[in-house]
């Protein structure tokens, strides 16, 4: 029943290689500029591609045909390939606080479903109280090449040890998980009508299933990028035009508008950068290298209007004041207000659908 599933994945990734190749070739006139670490997203080994391997060949011609030829930014590909029966376990296991080590906290604790796929607090508390970080929202998660605010993990499905093992998140492990699931008389049902036996690969399988669906396709900009000029406001097109213009593009780029490359936290040293604002190191953390202190991730501007607080110790409260802190800290540059809200206006467009898969299943 999965073959002709399978194919068709085989060629999108395919496809997907390919355009992952033009695309770097043709941005790498960037790598100038900034510290070499960036060549890193280079290294995107092949289980990368799983990721964005859902992209229907209409949406690739609708890429190609749009209103940019030199795009460094792409539209939400419209409804991706989703195995609905699979994602649905996934949508379960998602909700179910019996995962967790007190059976108190489940994977929605943190990414909300009904609002934007992440929370409104500045840093998540798991299990054990309070963590360290922002929530990240796993809408789009799909499309990024790299996890977590240090982007330490390169593919959706080690990522997702991350959070089962961490004890300030869940505090659980997959031999517990998969105890718990095996028997529970509903989940037995639900893997059996898909012909999966009840083990962890199969439920990190449905997790990530249900991740893919979690798209926000048709955002303003999206349409915009397709050919509709008048999607954007006047101000949001000015907001464009200073986003490339300043180089705000340079880091934040990809279908994600960002989640692709590790950068620093604070290149020009001002007020409030990674060093100064918090005692989080980054990838620095993960690697032990003197040279990755305050590395994080390029952050996602998907959605990102809807997803304050700001930054990856959540410790900015408001659009203006984190690109504010952008231009001062990746640019050296002090905006004028107007600047600032062009931007904003801008930033604002990035806010998509909500993933009509959930809508799907709320309503079966
Ligand atoms: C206690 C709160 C909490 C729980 C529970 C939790 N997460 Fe997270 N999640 C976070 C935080 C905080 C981050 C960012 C961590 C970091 O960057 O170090 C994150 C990051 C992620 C990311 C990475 C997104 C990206 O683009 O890099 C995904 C995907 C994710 N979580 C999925 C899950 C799933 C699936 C579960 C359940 C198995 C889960 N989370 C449970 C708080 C939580
Ligand atoms: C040199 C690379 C670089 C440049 C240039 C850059 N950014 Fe960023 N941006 C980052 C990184 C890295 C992060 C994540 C920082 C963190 O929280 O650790 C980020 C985070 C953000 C966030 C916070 C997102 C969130 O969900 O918390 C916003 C908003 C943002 N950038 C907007 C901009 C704007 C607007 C510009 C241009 C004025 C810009 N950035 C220029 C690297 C860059």
Not at 74 to 84: A, G, L, N, Y
Not at 336 to 345: A, G, P, V
Request: glycine share 6%.
């Amino acid at each position: 029943m999965r073959t002709p599933y399978l194919a068709g994945i085989s060629i999108t990734v395919l496809c997907v290689l390919i355009a992952i190749l033009v695309y770097d070739a043709s941005s790498s006139d960037m790598h100038a500029s900034f510290d070499p670490i960036e060549n890193q997203r280079h290294e995107r080994d092949h289980n990368d591609a799983h990721s964005s391997a859902h992209i229907s060949t209409s949406d690739a011609q609708d890429t190609k045909q749009a209103a940019f030829s030199d795009q460094k930014i792409f539209p939400i590909p419209h409804s991706p390939e989703i195995d609905h029966e699979l994602a649905k376990i996934g949508w379960a296991l998602f909700k179910d606080p019996n995962l967790s080590s007190n059976r108190s906290v489940s994977c929605e604790s943190c990414h909300s479903l009904q609002t934007n796929g992440a929370e409104v607090i500045p840093v998540s508390i798991g299990v054990n109280g309070a963590g360290m970080r922002n929530s990240l929202t796993v809408f789009n998660t799909v499309f990024n090449y790299r996890f977590f605010w240090d982007g330490r993990v390169n593919n959706l499905a080690d990522q997702i040890d991350g959070p089962v093992h961490n004890v300030d998140e869940m505090d659980s492990n997959w031999e517990l998980i998969t105890n718990y699931v095996s028997q529970s008389d509903d989940y037995i049902n639900m893997f059996q009508a898909e012909q999966l036996p009840i083990e962890t690969a199969s439920i990190k399988l449905a997790l990530i299933e249900f991740m893919q669906g979690l798209t926000t396709p048709d955002a303003p900009f999206d349409q915009y990028l397709r050919g509709d000029i008048n999607a954007l406001s006047d101000a949001a097109q000015r907001g464009w035009e200073t986003f490339q213009d300043e180089g705000c593009i340079r880091c934040h780029q990809g279908t994600n508008i960002g989640g692709g490359m590790v950068m620093r936290f604070g290149y020009f040293g001002l007020s409030k950068t990674g060093s100064e604002r918090s005692e989080d190191q980054g990838r620095f953390m993960f690697t032990a290298q003197p040279q990755d202190k305050h590395l994080f991730r390029v952050a996602s501007l998907r959605n990102v209007a809807i997803t304050a607080p700001y930054f990856h110790d959540g410790q900015t409260a408001t659009l203006e004041e984190a690109i504010k802190i952008m231009g001062e800290s990746q640019l050296g540059k002090t905006f004028e207000d107007q600047t600032i809200s062009d931007i904003k206006t801008f930033l604002e467009t990035l806010t998509g659908d909500r993933p009509q898969m959930l809508v799907e299943f709320e309503n079966e």
